[in-house]
């Protein structure tokens, strides 16, 4: 821009500086020809002069000869004056041959003056006569002499006027012609200024718009730009080609456009992410505050239950002892009794019954006992089979086919028995629940390295993706009257014991549940006098 | 182009012009001043030669004078010998460069004193008379062979122009000058004397030698044509004398700068003009031989009648 500026500035003072010197040029000839006019006045003015001094001259010369006068200083100064003014007059001419350069177009004028040398010439010899034969005359008292040189120089003076006037007429001719030259020249010269000025104004302004508008159009292209971006459209560009500074700040104006368009790309991507992200954390509260509303039921349901529990242990204990009593005497009379005794059949079912009754309350019992925890050499296949015996009542067993495929060898554990059975209890609840129309429950055990595992597997309706991760939290249930406790209880039970349980599942196909329980170094062969302890 | 050239072209362009308008008002305005002068001190030139030619001569002398002494020495030309006299005696001139027998004749009848002379350059301050003739006249320095001729002179009061050739004709024993020539011219100054004689105007002719010389140098074919016949003894040039009633301080400043003027430039400028190299003093004593020539043909200066006198 700035360079434009200077150029458009260079280019009008340039014009203006043209036509300074096609004015001063012009203005240089009409003041050469004023020059010439005012030297043909001066002239012209001393051919006046001259006039009068020669005419004075004559008049002195006839005073004296009349005798009028004796005084002749008058008279000679009328001459010497006259002298002096054709020297001056001779030497203006000359001066112009040596002053006129241009020969082709003051060739007339050249011509001329050439012309007036000669009759300047012709003046000075006719005044060299004059003055000769006025001196002779003037101190002469010769008549005859007198009388000729009267005569002779009345002659010579009007002969002398007569060049003068001649000269003169010559002089006014040319002052005229000079004079129209000029008046052309000056008409010349004020159309030519004329021209130029306007010229130059016009120049001036095209240029003075042409920089103009290379500058507001950029300009105007920017702020355009400018506002739409100002009104959220950052997809816009000025369209600036000009190499200036315009150019380069659109250009950057364009470069910051962008930047601005992938910044606001990446805001809506990350407001887009923050506004997914709070609708999962919405969720995460929401399921969050849902599984406390439900924590805190089963909580509830858990302090009943422990409260059911104590009074079942309280209920089992009073129970235990009229059942004590039945068995006692049942057992007592089918001891009386022969076998052909038709009773001793029923006695025997009252015998079976009432011992069922008792491992029930037994079950009980130690199910309400205190989680006191107490870890022996335990026989996995065991505390299975006793784990087993509690369910079997259980009418929701009735159409489960259970499969035991247990490694007779296996090596005992040290571990809690009661906790494992509530372990392997719970695992077994659970799959008999996934299995509502029936269903295979297959357990199997068996030495793995530094370990043994308990694999319990259903052939129920599987647990979904998302529920298997979160089925051994605190609380989590899928049933209807659960506490969400069993299997979290379960997995502390197991990590206690130092060990891991797993969960491999597919939905429409069962579960199974892995067990796996490390064997100390100190464990030693299964004792069988402990592991058939009885189950008080 | 740049911005600042374009400028500094402008300015040159203005201050040409500048220049040019203030060498034209430079011009206009020089001039030297010229010192007012008090009083006019009039000094009267003779017809010695061409009018002209004295005041071209004798100019620059003046305008030394006026500067040197402060005063406007003022030229006057006069239109005959004989009107000097009478000039002297009105007072309408202080001083006047007399020729010889002027001098002799206005000093016998009114106070005036000499002061100094030129001192033509080659150390001559004297001139002679001269008689001459055409060489194709048929006559020759013996005086019988101008009986009956046409003399052309100068005027009653000049040395050359008249005093020596009667005198030349008295010691001839020709006592009635008027009568042994046919015509006798007075042309009034030398030059023309010589010029009437050259034109063939007259046959015979007498000047002041200086006069004749200095037409030579002018026109050396003169020489050719002219033959000078007889010489008088030497007189005086043409000396400046005062009115003796002038003030005396004027009289000796205007001496002493006469004198004086050969050393400055300027006066060594004047008298070129006058073709002197110097100013000499000069004493009445020098014009004696001059006063027994007038004696010799029997002039009474004092009561000697001559033209143009009133």
């Known amino acids: ?29 009409i003041v050469e020809n004023q020059k010439l006019i005012n030297e043909q006045d001066l002239i012209i003015g001393k051919y006046n002069e001259m006039l009068f001094q020669m005419k ?16 002749i200083d008058d008279l000679v100064n009328y001459i010497e004056s006259f002298d002096e003014n054709i020297d001056f007059l001779s030497r203006k001419y000359s001066s112009h041959h040596r002053d006129i350069a241009c020969m082709q177009c003051h060739s007339k004028i050249e011509e001329r003056l050439t012309s007036l040398s000669a009759i300047f010439s012709e003046i000075e010899n006719h005044l060299k006569q004059y003055k000769q034969d006025m001196s002779i005359l003037i101190t002469t008292d010769d008549r005859s002499q007198i009388q000729i040189l009267e005569k002779a120089a009345t002659e010579k003076g009007n002969t ?8 003169r007429h010559a002089a006014d001719k040319m002052r005229g012609e000079i004079k129209n030259k000029r008046n052309i020249l000056i008409n010349r010269s004020r159309n030519t200024i004329s021209i130029a000025m306007a010229l130059g104004f016009i120049l001036s302004m095209v240029i003075f718009i042409v920089i103009i508008r290379g500058i507001t159009g950029p300009v ?12 959220g459209d950052f997809s816009q560009r000025v369209e600036v080609r000009t190499k200036d500074e315009i150019g380069f700040m659109a250009e950057a104006f364009n470069s910051m456009t962008e930047k601005l368009s992938s910044i606001m790309e990446e805001k809506d991507g990350l407001l887009q992410r923050l506004r997914e992200f709070n609708e999962e954390l919405e969720k995460k509260v929401k399921d969050a505050t849902e599984e406390l509303r439900l924590a805190h039921e089963n909580m509830v349901r858990a302090e009943t239950l422990a409260a059911i529990g104590t009074l079942a242990a309280g209920v089992s204990h009073e129970i235990s002892t009229p059942l004590n009593t039945i068995l006692g005497f049942t057992q007592l009379t089918i001891s009386g009794l022969d076998d052909s005794n038709p009773i001793k059949g029923d006695l025997k079912v009252i015998e079976q019954e009432a011992v069922r009754c008792k491992r029930i309350v037994q079950g009980l019992l130690d199910f309400a006992r205190s989680p006191r925890r107490e870890e022996r050499l335990t026989d996995m296949n065991r505390i299975l089979d006793e784990t087993l015996t509690l369910l079997e009542y259980q009418p929701s067993m009735k159409k489960i086919v259970i499969k035991r495929d247990m490694d007779s060898n296996i090596t005992p554990v040290e571990a809690d028995e009661l906790q494992l059975k509530q372990v392997f209890l719970n695992i077994i609840l659970n799959a008999v629940q996934a299995m509502p129309e029936g269903g295979e429950l297959k357990i199997t055990t068996r030495n793995v390295n530094r370990g043994v595992e308990v694999s319990i597997s259903d052939t129920g309706t599987g647990i979904p993706e998302e529920e298997r991760k979160k089925i051994f939290q605190p609380f989590y249930t899928t049933k209807k009257d659960g506490t969400g406790l069993g299997l979290s209880i379960s997995y502390g039970i197991i990590k206690e014991h130092g060990g891991e349980i797993f969960v491999e599942s597919e939905i429409g196909r069962g579960s199974r549940f892995r067990v796996f329980i490390p064997v100390r170094s100190s464990d030693r062969p299964l004792d069988r006098t402990q592991s058939d302890m009885p189950l008080e | 182009m740049n911005l600042k050239s374009v400028i500094l072209i402008i300015l040159q362009i203005s201050l040409m012009a500048t220049a040019c308008s203030d060498r034209e008002a430079g011009d206009l305005i020089k001039g030297e001043s010229k010192r007012i002068k008090e009083g006019t001190f009039t000094i009267a030139i003779l017809p010695e030669q061409n009018v002209f030619e004295q005041k071209k001569r004798y100019r620059p002398l003046a305008e030394y004078l006026s500067d040197t002494l402060n005063v406007n020495v003022k030229i ?21 460069f007399f020729g010889s027998f002027n001098y002799v004749l206005t000093r016998a009848r009114t106070d005036i004193e000499p002061i100094a002379r030129p001192v033509e350059i080659g150390g001559n301050s004297n001139y002679k008379g001269i008689i001459f003739t055409r060489k194709d006249s048929g006559l020759n320095s013996d005086i019988r062979t101008w009986k009956g001729k046409r003399i052309s002179l100068v005027h009653e009061v000049t040395t050359a122009g008249y005093i ?22 007075f042309s009034g100054s030398h030059d023309a004397a010589i010029l009437a004689v050259l034109k063939g105007q007259a046959d015979i002719g007498a000047a002041k030698d200086l006069i004749f010389k200095k037409l030579l140098s002018e026109n050396p074919a003169i020489r050719d044509e002219i033959v000078v016949l007889a010489e008088s003894i030497s007189v005086p040039s043409n000396s400046l004398c005062v009115r003796a009633d002038l003030k005396n301080n004027i009289k000796s400043s205007l001496k002493k700068t006469l004198l004086s003027m050969h050393n400055t430039d300027n006066g060594r400028t004047a008298l070129a003009a006058l073709n002197a190299e110097k100013f000499i003093e000069t004493s009445d004593s020098e014009f004696n031989e001059l006063r027994q020539m007038a004696g010799d043909i029997g002039i009474d200066i004092r009561t000697y009648q001559f033209r143009d006198s009133r």
């Not at chain 1, 260079?10 to 240089?28: C, E, P, Q, R, T």
């Not at chain 1, 002398?160 to 000269?167: D, N, R, V």
């Not at chain 2, 020709?174 to 042994?180: A, G, Q, T």
């Open chain 2, 164 to 185: 020596f050739p009667r005198w030349y004709l008295k010691r001839h024993g020709i006592d009635n000058f008027e009568k042994y020539f046919r015509r006798i011219i």
């Open chain 1, 220 to 231: 105007n292209a920017l702020i355009s730009g400018i506002q739409k971006i100002g009104g």
């Open chain 1, 1 to 29: 821009m700035k360079r434009k500026l200077i150029l458009g500035l260079g280019l009008v003072l340039l014009i203006f500086v043209i036509s300074a010197v096609v004015v001063v040029k012009n203005l240089d000839s």
């Open chain 1, 56 to 71: 004075g001259a004559q008049a002195e010369l006839y005073r004296h000869q009349a005798g009028y006068s004796r005084n």
């Open chain 2, 76 to 96: 006057k030309l006069l239109d005959s010998y004989g009107s000097i006299y009478d000039e002297i005696k009105n007072r309408t001139i202080d001083a006047a």
């Open chain 1, 160 to 167: 002398i006027i007569g060049f003068l006037e001649k000269i």
